[in-house]
């Protein structure tokens, strides 16, 4: 099947600091990413589509000004916490839409701020 | 809107024994439900989906699912299990074409042997 890399898998990070987690899709062309949060024993929640080449469409409730979202070639999408504090450690799971109904799942970044 | 209830959180089994993972959706539109599984450190697997047709869908690794409108359910079942199906199970749902979906919080499948 298809597959999608995250870097880094995981990342510590001090209070007030800014993280970048980079998506690739690696054997196919990703239109639309999608970048998910995961809280421990907890859904995952979707936060962002993005479509390459244009601005991501964030859910309700997410801070775009906190996550912006790059989505500038067919393969790289990227998602940069900025002023991250302790309450945006969590799992951070990003997927690419090979098609319709078809949505490949990258294998998540744990990210702790301190 | 979309929402996805998994009923159980941890399902323990013993090796060989049949296992029924639950999965109940509410949607006021059309749905198309999927079933993924994460094993640990890894990204999620597409096991089986339904987008339409027979109601009865079968996935890979020995999984198949039901598709019961009336009861608004996508249960999970495989008829023996094994160890190497020790994993995380998340039920899905999306209500059109465009990808977005909706997860269910999850059930730990654990095989004992």
């Known amino acids: 099947g298809a597959v999608v890399s995250q870097h880094p898998s995981w990342v510590i990070c001090k209070s007030g600091t800014s993280v970048k987690i980079e998506c690739r899709s690696l054997?196919?062309?990703?239109?639309?990413m999608f970048w998910y949060r995961q809280f421990p024993k907890q859904s995952l929640m979707l936060m962002a589509t993005?479509?390459?080449?244009?601005?991501?469409?964030?859910e309700q409730g997410v801070e775009k000004d906190k996550f912006l979202i790059n989505h500038a070639s067919l393969t790289l999408s990227t998602l940069t916490v900025t002023s991250a504090h302790p309450e945006d450690s969590s799992f951070y799971i990003c997927?690419?839409?090979?098609?319709?109904?078809?949505?490949?799942f990258g294998p998540g970044t744990r990210l702790t701020v301190t | 809107a979309q929402s996805v209830t998994q009923l159980d959180s941890q399902v323990p089994v013993f090796e060989e024994a049949p296992v029924e993972l639950r999965c109940n959706y509410s949607?006021?539109?059309?749905?198309?439900l999927f079933w993924y599984v994460q094993y640990p450190n890894q990204g999620l697997q597409l096991l089986l989906k339904?987008?339409?047709?027979?109601?009865l869908v079968k996935g890979i690794n020995g999984f198949e699912a039901e598709f019961n409108k009336s009861q608004t359910s996508f249960h999970l079942r495989k008829p023996s299990v094994h160890i190497s199906d020790t994993a995380e199970y998340f039920c899905?749902?999306?209500?059109?074409?465009?990808?977005?979906?909706?997860f269910g919080a999850g059930t730990i499948l654990r095989v004992k042997s």
């Open positions: 339904y987008l339409s047709g027979s109601t």
């Open positions: 054997d196919f062309q990703a239109t639309t």
């Open positions: 949607s006021s539109v059309s749905v198309y």
């Open positions: 899905a749902v999306s209500g059109y074409a465009g990808n977005k979906l909706v």
């Open positions: 993005s479509n390459e080449g244009s601005k991501a469409t964030y």
């Open positions: 997927s690419g839409a090979g098609g319709p109904h078809e949505q490949y």
